[in-house]
């Protein structure tokens, strides 16, 4: 007789036991001629060896595809520890194209818009993304969901979400605590981001073991990011010094996303931003794409749209009348210097 432990520390329990342990109850009918034992995230397996070792191979199938993916049906479940390899092996289920990532409890993240799925696309064939568009277009959620996609399936070892501590009519000097509590508020939507997508206790785990690490943009210089995914986010608010210093940290096997609204610059005046150069001389590099949202990809209240388009359509005007007023004044300067024109 053989005995093996087998660990479900990586996944949620719940979805590889199912319902009242009903997947659970599918295994056990599964291997009639072993004991299979549940104690908490481990399960114990007493047998023949060939036996143990073949329902160890199909739980590690199991294992695998829930990192990947956080859900499970009964049916597919079924599919992966019966016979079928015979006719070439388990093919997984079809999981939609607009699927990012599956949260606690199988809520299912999706790319909800064009522009989303776009990100998603090119995530696949490029290392670095800018993806610039107003609020409530999901660029950060998105590139969250695509940076956990990623962990999940372990083609990285680690996330990286920074932010520049930037924010308009604010100082970190002015806030009250500590310098973690200071900063916190500024990356609050990264944290409500990870909680959608990450069970509570996983997140605590991860982030105590700097598996996910959050931090301002100025903790990034001197390091070397690599088998990461990197996300900066609200880049807008970052110089032109600091995002070079962000875009040279990239690993040779890291990925970064770049988000941000450069209608939503809150540096001081004196200060330039540095997202509107980067996209402009990064432009044509193979490896980096570009992804533009607009009003069309915003999936907050429904009144974020009309907003977006009045201040749009307020700007434009601001913008004219700033031309007509430059015009005006090289008209003037040309009767003054050229009287007799």
């Known amino acids: ?38 104690r908490g995230s481990q399960i114990k397996i007493t047998g023949q060896p060939d036996e143990v070792a073949n329902a160890q191979a199909k739980i590690s199938q199991v294992i695998q595809y829930l990192e990947r993916n956080g859900h499970l049906s ?16 388990v093919t997984e ?3 939609p194209n607009d699927i990012l990532v599956f949260g606690p409890n199988g809520k299912v993240i999706r790319a909800k818009t064009a522009n989303q799925k776009l990100m998603a696309q090119v995530s696949e064939k490029n290392d670095i993304i800018f993806a610039l568009g107003p609020a409530g277009t999901g660029k950060t959620y998105t590139a969250v969901a695509l940076a956990v996609r990623a962990l999940k399936n372990k083609t990285v070892r680690k996330i990286i979400l920074t932010r520049p501590a930037v924010e308009a009519g604010e100082s970190l000097g002015f806030l009250p605590g ?7 508020p500024y990356l609050r939507p990264l944290y409500d981001a990870l909680d959608d997508m990450i069970p509570s206790d996983k ?21 070397t990011l690599d088998n990461a995914f990197i996300i900066l986010d609200e880049a807008q608010n970052s110089t032109e010094l600091q995002l070079k210093m962000f875009l040279t940290r990239i690993g040779a096997s890291a990925k970064a996303i770049i988000t941000g609204d450069l209608s939503q610059v809150d540096l001081p005046k004196n200060q330039k931003s540095g ?12 490896g980096i794409a570009h992804v533009q949202l607009d009003e069309a990809d915003v999936v907050r209240h429904r009144l974020v ?26 008209a003037q300067y040309n009767s003054l210097n050229n009287p007799q024109g």
């Open 74 to 89: 009964e049916n597919y479940f079924s599919r992966i520890l019966g016979d079928e390899e015979s006719e070439g092996g």
């Open 203 to 223: 997140l605590n785990y991860y982030m105590s073991n700097r598996i996910i690490e959050i931090a301002p943009l100025a903790y990034m210089r001197g390091r």
């Open 93 to 95: 289920e079809a999981v």
């Open 1 to 38: 007789m053989t005995e093996a432990i087998i660990n479900l520390e990586t996944v949620n329990p719940i979805e590889f036991f199912g319902v009242n342990n009903g997947k659970f109850d599918i295994l056990r009918r599964k291997f009639p001629l072993l004991k299979l034992l549940s």
């Open 275 to 286: 997202l509107l150069k980067a996209t402009r001389i990064l432009q044509n590099i193979e």
């Open 305 to 330: 749209k009309q907003i977006i388009r009045a201040y749009d359509k307020d700007q434009e005007r601001e913008e004219q009348i700033e031309e007509q007023r430059a015009e005006q004044r090289r």
């Open 178 to 184: 500590d310098l973690k509590e200071k900063i916190d």
